[in-house]
Every structure is written in structure tokens, then in C-alpha cells.
């Protein structure tokens, strides 16, 4: 089975946590579910570089990779993945450019179930901590 590294940004802003909503999917368990920003990490990448490429190419702005906030192994029917999240900070405006939604949804509002199923235990990790005191750890 394909296995994929790939990395997040857990972007926050006074407890709200910016989710993008994927369209449609050849992958019809991911198709307009929620993910964090993010993609693939290259060859010989740096997942902190990988992860400010992929945020400049999905939402067209600079970012800067924070602290890593959960790694997470997930085996989907098709191909299974290592995502590393990680907090990140947006340097300049972004605009959606490939996803059909972005949205600031606050911690307390957190779905899991409307998440990519590789991105649930993040999010619970995010709805039950709160990235305040996630970051003090």
C-alpha cells in the first residue's frame, strides 16, 4: 500500500482554528471534508519547509511553521499516511485558491465527523485542549 508523508497547519486565532473544506475527491471518504492546509512533504524536504510551500500554494500566503502540535499514522482503504500538524502562523493575507470552503470554526464547534478521518485526533486534541495551553506544553 502507497504511504504518504504529509504535513498540516493548525492555524489559530483567539481560539477558532482555520479549516479548509476539500471538493470533490476520486477518494469519496475525503470528498468535502475539512482538513487542515497542508500536502505532501517531498524528498528530502523538511516538513517545516514543506508545510510553508504547500500554505503558500493552497492559500497563496507566506506562513511561518510553529511548534508541532500531533503526528498521526492513518491507513485510508486506497493508501495510508503520516501527517504531522503543526501550528502555524500566517504572515500575509491568504484567499481560497483550491478548496470549495476555508472557514474559522471555533475550538467548541469542532465536528470531528466533518473532518478527513486522518485529521479527527487532531481535532479532538484541539476541542478538548485548546491551542493556548496545547502551545505551553
Known sequence: MKKLRVV?????????????????????YVAHKY?????KVEEC???????????YEELGARA????????????????EIELAVYFC?????YRKTEHEELRWI????????EWAP???PVVRRLKEGGAAD????
Open 8 to 28: 498540516g497547519a493548525a492555524i489559530t486565532d483567539e481560539n477558532k482554528v482555520l479549516a479548509a473544506r476539500r471538493g470533490e475527491s476520486k477518494y469519496a
Open 35 to 39: 482538513e487542515f492546509v497542508g500536502g
Open 45 to 55: 524536504e523538511e516538513e517545516p519547509r514543506a508545510l510553508e510551500r504547500e500554505v
Open 64 to 79: 511561518k511553521a510553529g511548534s508541532l502540535l500531533m503526528r498521526v499514522q492513518y491507513a485510508y482503504p486506497d493508501f
Open 89 to 93: 502562523t500566517l504572515l500575509t493575507p
Open 106 to 113: 471555533p475550538f467548541a464547534e469542532l465536528k470531528e465527523e
Open 118 to 120: 486522518a485529521d479527527a
Open 134 to 137: 496545547l502551545i505551553l506544553q
